[in-house]
Each structure stands twice: as C-alpha cells, then as structure tokens.
C-alpha cells in the first residue's frame, strides 16, 4: 500500500509539472528533461509511468476533466451555461487545464484529432440531450452538433481572451457567446428563465487529486 502510495503520488507530480512546463512553454518547446527537473523525481521513476511526451500530453487531456462535476437543477441549460463559466474561471489558475487547452491548440494526433476536445463535447452534449428530454432546445437543435459547435466557439473565445487579457475578461466573453447563441438553441419558454452570465458561486467543483 506505501509503495502504491507513493506511485499515485509520483504519477500526479509529474503530471502537474508536466502541465506547468507545456502550459508556460507549449507543447513543442516542452522538453522531458526540464519536466523531469520540475517534478523532482527521477527520469526512471517519470518514464515508469509516461513512456514519452506524447503519453503525458494524452494524460493530461484525459484528466484535465476530472475536477469538473457540472450541477444538476431544474435547467439543464442553465446547468450548462453555470458548468462553462466553471471552466472559465478555472482556465485563468489551473495548470492542468491550461496545459490541455495548449496541447490541443499546437498538437493533433493522427489516430483521432478531435481527442482533446472529445470529453468536452460529451459533456455538453449529454446536458444539451437532457435539456431536449426536458423541453428546453428548440424542435430543430441535435444536441451532439450543437455540443460540437459550441465546443468549438468556446475554444475560440478562450483563445481570443488569451491574447487580448491573459483570459481576465474570458467570463464576459463566455456571457456574450451565450447571449448570442441562446436565441438558436433554446426554446422560447425556457430562454426567459436563463441567465448567461451563470449562477457562479452555486456552480460545484471537485479539488484535483493530489
């Protein structure tokens, strides 16, 4: 159990400086030896558990999800719009997410090049689906391409964020993009009732592992 232990803990340092290094630097400039450097373990000990770059980058796409548990309430639309203003937020402090969001940007991988958005679009689409079970989309929206198009507008205003402010103003912009897309999604009598500003503090969040 002490030696599992301690292996959780390894795996996560170098993960969390592996987010670090790629989120300051970017993925391509990243190198393992300063990864290595950051995480305070040994090059053995980094390569028992990542056997390249490219299985650490796949690792932090995986779990750059994990701290997010988006809220359930009467409004799986406003359930949504408080979920991406979550993400909003935590793109400005956490590494880990910062780190996922520069990977996809700069990196594709070939057997599936939609890997770092894919958890994203899940997400969005299993709430967009039981926002339609509940009579909140409009007849004509399909929640997985409206999640797609969604993930993808997102992406783009977080990037546009990034350059303007660092991301300082990446919840105003999140509001816009909501004020702007809501009229083509959402049903006139559940549009009435959404704010796209979010319910902010209401929204739940889970601590990363350490």
């Given at each position: ?9 390894t ?16 993925y ?11 995480a ?77 958005y894919r ?10 689906s ?17 999640a ?63």
């Amino acid at each position: 159990m002490v030696k599992q232990a301690r292996a959780v803990r390894t795996r996560r340092a170098v993960l969390e400086a592996a987010a670090h290094v790629i989120g300051h630097r970017g993925y391509q400039a990243a190198t393992m030896a300063e990864i290595i450097q950051r995480a305070g373990v040994t090059k053995g000990a980094v390569y028992f558990h990542f056997t390249s770059k490219d299985a650490l980058a796949r690792a932090v796409i995986t779990e750059q999800t994990d701290p997010f548990l988006p809220r359930a309430s009467e409004s799986r639309l406003q359930d949504t719009i408080d979920f991406t203003h979550e993400v909003a937020l935590a793109l400005r402090s956490d590494p880990l997410l910062q780190a996922a969001t520069r990977i996809a940007v700069e990196t594709t991988f070939s057997e599936e090049p939609l890997a770092p958005y894919r958890a994203w679009t899940d997400i969005v689409t299993e709430l967009f689906s039981e926002a339609r079970e509940r009579g909140e989309l409009l007849p004509g929206v399909a929640p997985d391409r409206a999640a797609e198009f969604f993930v993808a507008a997102y992406m783009g205003v977080q990037l546009f964020s990034r350059a303007a402010t660092d991301r300082a103003d990446l919840p105003e912009r999140v509001t816009a993009l909501w004020r702007h897309l809501l009229p083509g999604l959402a049903a006139p009598g559940a549009l009435s009732h959404l704010d796209p500003c979010g319910r902010g503090a209401r929204v739940s969040v889970r601590s990363r592992p350490r």
